[in-house]
C-alpha cells in the first residue's frame, strides 16, 4: 500500500522497487487472460531470480516465469494455457526435473488464501479436498517449513467443526493466509493515483492485490481520476493498496485483454514450439525478451497486421472470428 | 449417418444433463457437451465457469475457462471466490452437475489430473487441481471425460487430485464431504455409471461397433457390465445443433 497522488513510473522503475531477487509474489489474470506480460517480460529482462510465486490459475505469465530461471518455488492450482498448452510446458518440464519445488492446491483454496491475506485473519475454511492427496502431500515439507519463518508450518490442516452440527459440515479444511510482497496485475484502466478499473471477469486479482504488501499495476489506459470516479460502481481498488501505476497499452499480450484485444493464438502456438525444446527456448528468451528493449518492442515486433487480427470487436470483447487453430 | 467419435462422445455427455441443471464446465469437450445439452435437450440449463462468468452466450466456442468469449452477454460475470461458493452452497450446490476431465480413474470414481509416477519426483507432471478438486468435493453429481485406455482406469491412482466416491459407498461421509458425486464416465468407447449400493464402476452403454470385451480388454479393473446396453448414435438433428451451432470452426471436434 502506498498514499500518493501520482504513483505513474516507467515499468523499468517499478520492476526494480517492488521485485527482488528471493521475494514472495503473486501474478493475475487466468490461464490466457489479463495476465500481466510486460512486468513478466521487464522481471525477466532485468534477472530476477529465486523467485517464491503464488497464482491460482495460471497459464502464459507463469510459465514464462518458470522457463527464464526467476522462480525457485511455486504455490498453484493450475498451470495451463487452455487449449494452446494444457499443461504449461516449461512449468512440467521444472516439476519433472526438480529444478522448481512445488505446492498443490485447489483453485478455491487459493483465492480463499489471498482472501483471508487480504481480510487480515490466518485463515479460511473450506470442505474442499477432503480425502484427496492435496491434503496428505506436501510438496513444502515439515521441515523445510519449519526452517522457513515466511512459511507457515503446514500446508493446511483439518479441524472438527467447532460449531457441532450446525452448517452440516462436520470437518473443515483451513487454509493459511497468502501476504506476499508484492502483487502484479494488468487492468483495463488506471488512474494515476492508484485506482483500478478491470472489465469482464476480475478472476481473484482483488484478493491478490489487497493481500500483497506492495502491488504494480500496469493499465490499457492511464485515466483522470474523475474519469472513474464518474462511475465508482464500476471500480475495484480502491487507491491506497497500489504502489505503482505504469501505462502498458497492450500490457496482457500475448494473453487477452477484454474489450481491448484477443489472445495471440500465433503467438502462443509458436511459443508452443519453443518451450518444447531446450535449445530453441534459449533462442525464443534471446529474441522474444532479452534482445528486446521494451514491450512496446514485442508489439512492434509482432506487427500491426497481427495486432489487427486480435482487436476487440466492439460489441463482444474479442476477435470475432479469428482464426484460432 | 456418419458422424465422429467425438461428436459421439460430446453427445452422449450432453444427454446427461438434465434440463434445470446448473452446469459447471471446464475447457474443451465438456465445454462442448454443455453447449450441445442447452441447445438440444436442456434449454434451461445454465451454464457456468469456475473463472465467475454465468450463463454465457458462447457465440464461439472458448479455448479457455479465462477465455474473453465466455465473459460477453453472461447474465452476471463473477469472480472465482463467487463461482466455487456457488458450489459448495446447501443450496445451490446440490444443483450443479460438474464436467470433468483427468489422467487417471478408478473403479470409485476418484480423478488424478496432477502427476504420474511419484508425486515428489514425478514422470510425467499435469496441470493440477485447478477447480477440479473442488467441484469433486462440493458439487451434486459429476460427468467425467476419459480416454478408454489400460493406463488411464487403474487400481490405484498415482494422486488423488478430485474426490469420487473415496474408497466406498461411505467413504465420503467418513472424510466429512458434502453428499453427491460421481454419476457418470463417457469415454471413446463406452459410458458407465456408478452401482447405488457398491459406488462401483459399471458399464452402462457401449459405442456402436464396440464390444463389453473391447472394453474390458481396456481397462486396468474389472467392472460389470451385465448391464449395458448400446449407446444410440447420434441423431441427425443433435449433430446438425453440435456442428452448425456449437462448433462450426471444427476447434473442438478437429
Known amino acids: 500500500m502506498k498514499i500518493c497522488n501520482d504513483k505513474t513510473m516507467s515499468l523499468k522503475e517499478a520492476v526494480q522497487k517492488y521485485v527482488a531477487a528471493g521475494c514472495h509474489m503473486s501474478i493475475g489474470g487466468f490461464t490466457v487472460s489479463r495476465n500481466p506480460m510486460a512486468a513478466v517480460y521487464e522481471i525477466i529482462r532485468q534477472g530476477i531470480n529465486n523467485i517464491h510465486l503464488y497464482a491460482h490459475s495460471n497459464g502464459q505469465g507463469v510459465d514464462e516465469l518458470i522457463g527464464a530461471g526467476c522462480v525457485s518455488r511455486l504455490e498453484i492450482a493450475y498451470a495451463g494455457s487452455g487449449r494452446f498448452a494444457p499443461t504449461c510446458i516449461r512449468f512440467k518440464k521444472a516439476v519433472q526435473s526438480g529444478d522448481i519445488v512445488v505446492e498443490d492446491y485447489s483453485n478455491y483454496q487459493m483465492t480463499l488464501r489471498f482472501l483471508a491475506g487480504a481480510m487480515g485473519v490466518p485463515f479460511l475454511p473450506t470442505r474442499s479436498s477432503l480425502g484427496t492427496d492435496i491434503m496428505e502431500k506436501w510438496g513444502f515439507s515439515a521441515k523445510m517449513r519449519a526452517a522457513d519463518p515466511r512459511l507457515p508450518d503446514q500446508k493446511l490442516t483439518v479441524m472438527e467443526n467447532p460449531f457441532g452440527s450446525w452448517g452440516d459440515a462436520p470437518k473443515l479444511v483451513l487454509v493459511p493466509a497468502i501476504n506476499c510482497d508484492v502483487t502484479l496485475i494488468h487492468a483495463q484502466k488506471a488512474d494515476r493515483e492508484g485506482t483500478v478499473r478491470m472489465e469482464g471477469l476480475v478472476f481473484s486479482d482483488i484478493e491478490q492485490v489487497k493481500s500483497a504488501q506492495h502491488v504494480i499495476v500496469t493499465c490499457e489506459e492511464l485515466v483522470e481520476p474523475d474519469d472513474l470516479k464518474a462511475n465508482p460502481d464500476q471500480n475495484q481498488i480502491p487507491s491506497f493498496c497500489v504502489d505503482a501505476v505504469v501505462h502498458v497499452p497492450g500490457g496482457a499480450y500475448p494473453t487477452a485483454c477484454y474489450r481491448y484485444y484477443d489472445y495471440d493464438p500465433g503467438y502462443l502456438n509458436e511459443y508452443r514450439r519453443y518451450a518444447e525444446d531446450d535449445m530453441l527456448y534459449k533462442k525464443y528468451l534471446e529474441e522474444f525478451i532479452h534482445g528486446l528493449k521494451d514491450h512496446q518492442a514485442l508489439l512492434d515486433k509482432a506487427g500491426k497486421d497481427r495486432l489487427d487480427t486480435i482487436r476487440a470487436d466492439q460489441r463482444t470483447g474479442y476477435a470475432v472470428g479469428l482464426d484460432r487453430r | ?254
Open chain 2, 1 to 254: 449417418m456418419d458422424y465422429t467419435l467425438k461428436e459421439l462422445m460430446t453427445i452422449a455427455a450432453a444427454r446427461e444433463i438434465r434440463d434445470g441443471d446448473i452446469v459447471f464446465c471446464g475447457t474443451g469437450i465438456s465445454m462442448l457437451a454443455a453447449m450441445a445439452a442447452k441447445n438440444i435437450s436442456a434449454p434451461n440449463s445454465v451454464i457456468f465457469f469456475e473463472t465467475g462468468a454465468i450463463d454465457s452466450l458462447l457465440e464461439e466456442v472458448p479455448l479457455a475457462v479465462s477465455d474473453s468469449r465466455v465473459m460477453f452477454w453472461t447474465s452476471v460475470n463473477g469472480n472465482l471466490a463467487d463461482a466455487f461458493a456457488t458450489m459448495q452452497n446447501r443450496i445451490t450446490g446440490p444443483h450443479v452437475v460438474g464436467i470433468m476431465g483427468a489422467a487417471q480413474i478408478d473403479k470409485y470414481g476418484n480423478l488424478n489430473s496432477t502427476a504420474i509416477g511419484d508425486y515428489f519426483s514425478p514422470k510425467v507432471r499435469f496441470s493440477g487441481s485447478g477447480g477440479a478438486c473442488d467441484v469433486a468435493s462440493f458439487v451434486g453429481r459429476t460427468i467425467t471425460f476419459m480416454q478408454h485406455e489400460k493406463r488411464k482406469f487403474v487400481q490405484k491412482l498415482d494422486y488423488i487430485t478430485s474426490p469420487g466416491w473415496l474408497d466406498g459407498p461411505d467413504g465420503r461421509k467418513k472424510a466429512g464431504l458434502p453428499d453427491g458425486g460421481p454419476a457418470s464416465v463417457v469415454t471413446n468407447m463406452a459410458t458407465m455409471g456408478f452401482d447405488e449400493t457398491t459406488k462401483e464402476m459399471f458399464l452402462t452403454g457401449f459405442f456402436p461397433g464396440i464390444t463389453p470385451q473391447q472394453i474390458l480388454d481396456n481397462m486396468g479393473f474389472e467392472i460389470d457390465v451385465s448391464r449395458a446396453k448400446e449407446v444410440a448414435p447420434p441423431t441427425a438433428y443433435e449433430l446438425q445443433i453440435l456442428r452448425e451451432k456449437c462448433d462450426p470452426q471444427r476447434l473442438i471436434l478437429g
